[in-house]
């Protein structure tokens, strides 16, 4: 059967249920989100519909509201339609999928499973969003055709955020609509779609509440802090920057001891059963109610001052009283200060000896001990495991990935050494020959088969392009701050690799030597990477010195070899794609700009920001937004209007918290494309590389015909900039540099409209920069980024 989902029906409009329909809005399916009618509804409104539907109306509010945004663009929220389960379950007979999210309750669950039944049409896919139900209670007394077509959908919180959806066949799910939403679940949602067994808590949480136990254990027997263990088991180690204790404030610790409860009372066959168990730090907390964010204290609490300024205290776990934040005061962890290699990091910190390294060896091998023993229980291939836990809980590195990286025959010694025996199927592996759960052959990604005692593809990397898996073999040219590798098909591949891939003078050699090589050998060449941000801007700490030094000629020489380098990116003679995902700030986003497309990962946060260290975007962005803002004039419609939207874009350092934001606000252009799923941004880059390629590139040409404003425009901007400043909403400094983002934008003071050519604007983008270099608050500015890490506002 031909599957397509133009239609969901979400049912429950909880903090999952209102977050889940949100995420459907944004890829543009039209949602139906239902609830319950209020019970305390007084006799008068009975009747009236939006009182019934209060419910559901205040909790889609709500979450079109919270911070982070569940959705892209808040004119999504028009294709989510509201209504409740006793006058609208008939409309479910309209839609292709219909996913349960109510309150975790088996008798519950099935009284709205009655109601479905009797209006869904058959065919329609049916799934439910438990976290721990078995598929095989909610399918009992159900239609054959309800069963067929019903299995779990488990996202996880928050949905558009957080990359895993776990799928869980119920006993008679047809295996065609696992591979259904196995692959929508990648490419149309995003997500890492892991296919799981109908085990308690199935994968993630089965494997990520256990490591949270075990660490809880840990830290109690060696009596260490709160603010020690956030330290140590964060971003250090390749985990959520939230790290452990913040994070059970953050999910609420209630959350984390039911399922931890639950977990103890249905294993009654888990070799570590009793790690399920509450530690005296968790049990204490538990019981004083203190379950973090949603009770206003946790292990953390937020308080104010004897001058009113908001600080946070940090729980003693042995007094149970707060005080100040602790710091981590451990040798590994001054080992590891400069190292920004994860893996690197972790083989050290693993191996060290203190307590820090006590700490680690005892919790990764508890863990490594605990995942072997669940296969096959509730994966028969190890890489779901792996797979499941960093899309849920936000490691960069798998259980079975750090093992491997710790070299799987000395861990297993070690582990035996401190009682973390691992199963026989481990010492099987080994006995054979086979030294690793994972290999790399000719670029793709193999895992450990344990029935066959081989190495099989993970399903789906095939026709993926993993830069980490092509880093030894397909290299052509690299320097310190970026690569450039051969990706197939005669399309390049340029990787920066800086400190937040920052662009100095390393990243500037790498496009210019990238574009060299693509234009004499290949179709084109595609600039993306798989870190966390595709760049966070230019490289202040060179131009700082500069600046304090007073040596503007050197400044000049900068600005000017930037702003080539980007013409050189818009005027190559081969089609040149940027593929931004997370942060493309400043610099990055100007390199976005001038490339011939932009294949954007849904999640980019992208924009021009330099006014908030005193500048304006001197690498072409104030030019390139100008330029747009011209095209976009259409008879009858006022042409400031479109420029001053530009401006206020720059002016107030805007950025774009998605892609599709980015598309409003034009820097993505309606021919840009959008990938969902992160893990296909290079492999999506790469076919929008030669779709332009085979389409005829043609080397553009510089415009000549850049209509701008002069006066006019300027006018225009000097009332708002004035009346921003004496409304006290901008200071004197912020004034002078929107008045140099204007003058850009404007072609300068031109007695009237006309067209300019682009190197004019790049010319007075460069001066203003220049000019802006040499202001005492702009360096001010620079140096609270660079030393302090916040933006000073002067």
């Given at each position: ?390 899309a849920g809980f936000g490691w960069e590195l798998g259980p079975y990935e750090t093992w491997d990286l710790l070299g799987v025959k000395a861990t ?82 340029l990787e920066f690799h800086t400190k937040m891939n920052s662009m100095g003078a390393e990243v500037i050699e790498g496009i210019q030597t990238a ?34 030094d007073q040596d503007y000629d050197e400044i000049n020489l900068m600005i000017a070899q930037f702003q080539n380098t980007m013409r050189l990116a ?225």
């Open positions: 059967m031909n599957r397509s989902i133009r239609k969901v029906a979400v049912l429950g409009s909880g903090v999952m249920g209102s977050r889940i329909a949100c995420h459907f809005a944004n890829i543009g399916v039209e949602v139906l989100l239902l609830d319950m009618v209020p019970r305390d509804l007084p006799e008068e409104q009975k009747s009236n519909k939006a009182a019934r539907n209060k419910l559901v109306n205040d909790a889609l509010t709500t979450a079109l509201k919270s911070k982070p945004s569940p959705i892209y663009d808040l004119s999504f929220s028009n294709r989510i339609s509201t209504g409740n389960f006793e006058d609208d379950m008939s409309k479910v007979s309209e839609v292709d999928w219909i996913i349960e999210v109510v309150v975790e309750r088996l008798d519950i669950k099935k009284i709205i499973f009655d109601q479905v039944e009797k209006h869904r049409k058959p065919g329609t896919l049916i799934t439910s969003n438990t976290s721990g139900i078995p598929m095989h209670l909610m399918c009992e007394g159900r239609s054959e055709d309800f069963q067929k077509h019903f299995c779990g959908s488990h996202f996880f919180n928050p949905p558009r955020y957080l990359r895993l959806l776990e799928i869980i066949p119920g006993p008679k799910t047809d295996p065609a609509i696992i591979d259904f939403l196995m692959h929508y679940g990648d490419l149309f949602l995003g997500k890492e779609t892991v296919l799981c067994k109908d085990t308690p808590a199935f994968i993630a949480n089965r494997i990520g509440i256990y490591a949270i136990m075990s660490a809880m254990h840990t830290i109690e027997e060696m009596g260490l802090t709160v603010g020690e263990v956030d330290r140590m088991t964060g971003p250090i180690i390749g985990r959520a920057k939230s790290a452990t204790f913040r994070t059970m404030d953050v999910v609420g610790l209630d959350t984390t001891v039911n399922v931890a409860n639950n977990l103890h009372k249905g294993l009654q066959n888990d070799e570590a059963r009793e790690k399920f168990i509450l530690p005296g730090i968790v049990e204490e907390v538990h019981k004083r109610g203190w379950f973090g964010d949603k009770s206003k204290q946790g292990y953390f609490k937020k308080t104010k001052d004897a001058n009113g300024k908001t600080e946070i205290l940090e729980l003693d776990l042995k007094t149970y009283e707060y005080g100040e934040r602790t710091r981590a005061n451990f040798k590994a962890l001054e080992a590891v200060k400069e190292e920004e290699n994860l893996k690197a990091r972790i083989k050290t910190l693993v191996n060290f000896d203190d307590k820090a390294g006590e700490f680690y060896r005892t919790t990764f091998y508890d863990t490594f001990k605990y995942v072997s023993f669940r296969i096959p229980e509730i994966s028969d291939e190890l890489y779901r495991i792996d797979q499941a836990v960093c297993v010694d070690k582990m035996e050494a401190m009682g973390f025996k691992p199963a026989a199927w481990v010492y099987e592996m080994l006995e054979v020959g086979n030294d690793a759960f994972y290999k790399i052959e000719k670029g793709i990604k193999h895992y450990y088969d344990i029935p066959s005692k081989s190495y099989k593809v993970i399903p789906g990397l095939d026709e993926l392009i993993i830069l980490e898996n092509i880093r030894e073999t397909n290299k052509v040219w690299g320097n310190p701050g970026a690569s450039v590798f051969d990706i197939g098909d005669g399309v390049l591949c574009i060299s090589m693509a234009e004499k050998d290949y179709k084109g060449l595609v600039i993306g990477n798989e870190g966390p941000n595709f760049s966070a801007g230019a490289n202040l700490a060179m131009l700082f010195m500069y600046a304090g818009k005027f190559s003679s081969i089609p040149v794609v940027a593929a931004p995902a997370g942060l493309a700030l400043g610099g990055g986003c100007e390199l976005s700009l001038h490339c011939d497309a932009i294949q954007a990962h849904a999640e980019t946060y992208i924009g021009l920001v330099e006014v908030g260290v005193g500048l304006i975007p001197g690498g072409g962005g104030t030019k390139e937004l100008a330029l747009r803002a011209a095209d976009s004039y259409v008879a009858g419609d006022p042409e400031l209007n479109r420029l001053q939207e530009a401006f206020m874009n720059i002016a107030t350092a805007k950025v774009a918290t998605s892609a599709e934001e980015a598309r409003g606000m034009n820097i993505l252009r309606p021919t840009d494309g959008i990938t969902m799923n992160r893990k296909r941004l290079i492999s999506d880059a790469k076919k929008k590389v030669l779709e332009l390629h085979e389409a005829g590139y043609t080397q553009p040409v510089e415009r000549k015909d850049v209509k701008v404003q002069g006066v006019t425009g300027l006018a225009l901007f000097e009332a708002g900039i004035n009346g921003m400043l004496f409304g006290n909403y901008i200071s004197e400094h912020d004034a002078k540099i929107a008045r140099k983002v204007g003058y850009v934008m404007c072609g300068g003071d031109l007695t009237a409209p006309q067209e300019v050519s682009e190197q004019y604007l790049l010319d007075l983008e460069r001066e203003a920069f220049l000019a802006l270099t040499a202001e005492p608050k702009t360096l001010e500015r620079i140096h609270s980024i660079l030393f302090k890490g916040k933006p000073l506002r002067n």
